[in-house]
């Protein structure tokens, strides 16, 4: 308890002796480690290179604990997988906080245990960070920013540029499990206990395709807002090469398939948080998939089609079960708000 | 305008058409640049060397545009003299926004040219983003997070730990102008005309005291929530030193005090965001002095005290007007919501 009070007050967003008492009595115990408890302005790391890959994401995913993670949870997996599909291995994370005057410090201590165990787990510092507070009504709980820094694994530079025709697509496991767990679980939906998150580090698996593919690893994006459509839709936009599906090879869950036909939604649209797209080279697809197989987080792996011709426009197709092709778009938006 | 709509929807952070549109004709157009344009997972950077800083702050400002800057112009400020006073040239920014469905583009676009123009003006890139929509009522507005990455200036590292007893304490200007103008702004003070926020980009006066004094800069921070009474305090407590400061010589705009004493604040207890506190040894306090005095930046700096002798408990005392001594304690927190 901190100031005889269970909720986080504005105060504690001063700068003055209760911003001390937060970080100290609850951040610190949670998250830190011999850098972010120095407390600098920032933080002094020394990298083996300065060849680094950068990113931020801010997370607002509602509601705050959901089956298989949490905001807290969230925040660090899905910063570091930004860096992991870049070829970079994830080495420092800053954590921001904007905190909604009166959440239960019991919860923000939940998020924390879970940013501090999920970084623990993968490896990874929380080395600076930043914690405001805002009025009741202001914000809706809790509000986190991660960034992160990765050194870039020599010899493996995955870009769209490198993408050919003829290259396999590659998912390393079933779709929208992330997306379609948040939207039962807002909705109140039954079949909510059989759907689970997604979400988790991707960098180990990946870690393992870079080493022993190198550059036959053309591309890798994880599938988040937008879901595996908005990904294939970026691939033939920026490469102008039409992108073919095959929807018998899709890996689907099938209570997320079955929740997805309920609501309306197409999963190929659906939010996911430990799932990547790969583009590889056809001689490396079966080795790709092989590795995937043989890891924890690529058990259900699938190649679920190729990267076709140049054509006027880069279009997504799907063949369908029964032989028909289908164009998938870039999904418009408004599918999943608050989904990350 | 996009979609018809003049405001932002929650469809703009869905990932999917619509957030493309966002990027694409706002984003972009302001604060885009070869790196930032790839869109891709994360930057790529290949900095100088390995040895950095990385830091991080969200800002949550009320309001968002205020006499000497706005959010924007804060949030790339702020974050870059994070890295600054810690000896760090700043090189690279990311931008995360939380956007409440129902802003106005055209804020967003104000605020967006902001941070463009302060990047662009102080040779730093904002090189990796992402962008969130929350409902209306679940933010206020829009709150922005910033990281920075700074590339460490060989030899100067300064610290806490390199604090000694009989050091000079330097400020580079007048105390609480962000802090003062805010909260007149709020309340909306008659005198708030002449108040004016001190938001400014310190690097290029740090570089210069760093150039020319070195390792005898033992110590920076920016004087920012909880203003100098924090900054000081937390020298004290980490040193085990008292730390005297010397009234007559803190330098004060005559409005400002007139409001804070107006309002009932401590100015030390104000919020700036253009102000470092520095520690530099004896022998270097005239030469940091001249340094400061002869840059836009610094015209106003004064010495305004010094570091004691190790106590049981280190104090940060006030030599007051009349020659008394009065005891500056850590702000408890609740002077200003919202500052920064």
């Given at each position: 308890?901190?100031?005889?009070?269970?909720?986080?007050?504005?105060?504690?967003g001063g700068g003055g002796q209760l911003s001390n008492d937060l970080i100290r009595k609850y951040i610190l115990p949670n998250v830190g480690n011999d850098v972010l408890n120095q407390l600098g302005d920032s933080a002094s790391l020394e990298l083996e290179s300065g060849l680094i890959c950068f990113t931020t994401d801010s997370y607002v995913v509602k509601p705050l604990f959901f089956n298989g993670g949490d905001i807290g949870k969230l925040a660090v997996c899905g910063t570091m997988n930004d860096l992991a599909v870049a070829g970079a291995r994830p080495v420092a994370l800053s954590l921001a906080?904007?905190?909604?005057?009166?959440?239960?410090?019991?919860?923000?201590?939940?998020?924390?245990?879970?940013?501090?165990?999920?970084?623990?787990?993968?490896?990874?510092?929380?080395?600076?960070?930043?914690?405001?507070?805002?009025?009741?009504?202001?914000?809706?709980?809790?509000?986190?920013?991660?960034?992160?820094?990765?050194?870039r694994v020599s010899g493996a530079v995955p870009g769209m540029d490198k993408i050919k025709s003829g290259d396999k697509i590659i998912?390393?496991?079933?779709?929208?499990?992330?997306?379609?767990?948040?939207?039962?679980?807002?909705k109140g939906i039954s079949f909510e206990s059989k759907l689970k998150s997604d979400c988790a580090v991707l960098w180990p698996l990946i870690e393992q395709m870079l080493m022993n593919c190198g550059g036959d690893v053309r591309f890798m994006r994880d599938a988040t807002r937008g879901g595996a459509a908005a990904t294939l839709n970026e691939i033939a936009c920026a490469t102008g090469m039409?992108?073919?599906?095959?929807?018998?090879?899709?890996?689907?869950?099938?209570?997320?398939?079955a929740a997805a036909d309920m609501l309306g939604f197409d999963v190929l649209d659906i939010a996911n948080e430990g799932k990547f797209i790969a583009v590889v080279s056809p001689g490396c697809a079966v080795e790709c998939l092989r590795i995937c197989k043989n890891h924890p987080?690529?058990?259900?792996?699938?190649?679920?089609?190729?990267?076709?011709?140049v054509s006027k426009r880069g279009l997504v197709e799907l063949i369908t079960r029964i032989g028909g092709r289908r164009v998938i778009q870039l999904p418009y938006g408004r599918e999943l708000p608050r989904i990350c």
């Open positions: 308890m901190v100031d005889g009070n269970d909720k986080v007050m504005l105060a504690h906080l904007i905190i909604e005057t009166g959440l239960e410090l019991e919860i923000l201590e939940r998020i924390l245990k879970s940013i501090g165990e999920t970084a623990r787990q993968n490896n990874i510092s929380i080395v600076t960070g930043d914690t405001k507070t805002v009025e009741a009504g202001s914000a809706d709980k809790i509000f986190i920013t991660t960034a992160g820094i990765g050194v998912v390393n496991g079933t779709l929208g499990d992330h997306g379609m767990t948040i939207i039962s679980q807002r039409n992108v073919e599906i095959c929807e018998k090879a899709l890996p689907i869950n099938p209570t997320v398939r987080l690529g058990k259900d792996a699938a190649i679920i089609g190729e990267v076709g011709e």
